[in-house]
């Protein structure tokens, strides 16, 4: 296929970049070219197209809010006067007129959807968890080709449209994480700070691993030490292989991100999970179908240091097959090869 088939990453988090590698790797080199904000030097190699910043203040996280007081209600984020967005825009359709790819696919931004599809180029939408039924999601799916869900359609909530999951394609599995192969240890626990935030101070990471001498406490991501370091607690920060640690984990900790939940998955490690606020419920509608599945314990708050060993009983406690289920080692070839097909499908029927 010569017209190659871009790939949006949103920049909140990890997650998106890391399902657009995942997907990219297992398509033919050059199938994939990934666009977005601080892409450069972080494809491995992919063909990418470097966006400017869309936020209001660069030092800001990213609310998906634009502060403007009228916005259609086909947009969520839509600032007036702001030289990053000007300019991303027309970046992007210089680059559609250029390469003028086969399919775009969207992971994740209701506004580069409407902006392809001006630019005469079909979409595939990427459908995160949550129930998402405003009015700019629902003409996003609308105007997709298809709709493709990086979960087990039994993760979907259950309130999602009926129509809205017919368009669908899921496919679980789109991670790398499960080609390693740890060492893993049962009393090693791993606390997975992505991001977009973490769940806990210093000072509490600090009194669970007191409150749980025999085990191992690693913490990878962003957050602040404790004032007193216990000898069973570890801060690596920020690392480029979480992949092995989670793999190499007795159990699991945190958020309820679609990068960490497939990862999780992915290895079947023991998971307590502590969804975060996010719009649309994404995280707690996810959770609260782990919870369901008996795929995860869950807890809103971080609890209290006289829980953890409980908590760390009840997760060694959990199935594996409960978590076998929802993963497909094949995901990210399958949605690649489903990608690949749906633009040569729309290249076949594309006017003269």
């Known amino acids: 296929m010569k017209q190659p088939i871009g790939y949006y990453v949103h920049h909140h988090g990890d997650g998106h970049r890391q399902r657009a590698l995942a997907i990219a790797g297992a398509a033919p080199p050059g199938t994939f070219t990934l666009i977005g904000t601080g892409l450069a030097g972080r494809t491995e190699g992919l063909d990418c197209l470097d966006l400017p910043d869309d936020r209001l203040r660069a030092d800001a996280q990213f ?13 969520h984020y ?8 000007r300019k991303r825009v027309a970046m992007l359709t210089e680059w559609i007129e250029r390469e003028q790819p086969a399919l775009m696919v969207i992971d994740l931004s209701v506004e580069i959807a409407m902006l392809a599809r001006l630019a005469a180029t079909p979409t595939v939408y990427v459908r995160l968890g949550g129930l998402r039924e405003d009015a700019a999601h629902l003409e996003a799916f609308r105007g997709a080709k298809a709709l493709l869900a990086p979960f087990h359609p039994d993760l979907d909530d259950l309130e ?8 669908t394609q899921f496919y679980p599995g789109l991670t790398r994480v499960g080609q390693v192969r740890g060492d893993e240890r049962r ?5 997975v700070n992505g991001l977009g935030g973490s769940s806990a101070t210093g000072e509490e990471l600090a009194d669970a691993a007191r409150a749980t001498p ?28 979480a992949a092995a640690e989670i793999a190499a984990a007795g159990i699991v900790v945190g958020a309820a991100g679609d990068g960490l939940v497939t990862a999780v998955i992915a290895t079947s490690r023991p998971f307590i999970c502590l969804p975060q606020q996010r719009p649309f419920d994404e995280q707690v509608s996810k ?28 997760a060694s406690a959990l199935k594996p097959d409960s978590l076998t289920r929802l993963h497909d080692a094949k995901g990210a070839r399958r949605a690649a090869e489903f990608l690949i097909a749906t633009a040569q499908e729309g290249l076949l029927h594309a006017p003269d």
Request: hydrophobic share 45%; net charge positive.
């Open 78 to 85: 839509a600032p007036n006067h702001h030289a990053g967005v």
């Open 287 to 314: 959770a609260r179908r782990l919870a369901a599945l008996g795929a995860a314990i869950v807890v809103d708050d971080w609890p209290t240091a006289s829980k953890w060993p409980a908590l760390l009983a009840s």
């Open 63 to 75: 609310q998906g809010l634009d502060e403007a007081r009228h916005r259609p209600n086909a947009l």
């Open 187 to 191: 009393d090693n626990i791993l606390v």
């Open 160 to 167: 999602t449209a009926n129509w809205v999951r017919a368009r």
């Open 214 to 241: 025999s085990s191992s406490w690693r913490v990878i991501g962003p957050g602040s030490p404790p004032a007193a370091m216990p000898n069973n607690l570890t801060l690596l920060g920020w690392v480029e292989d």
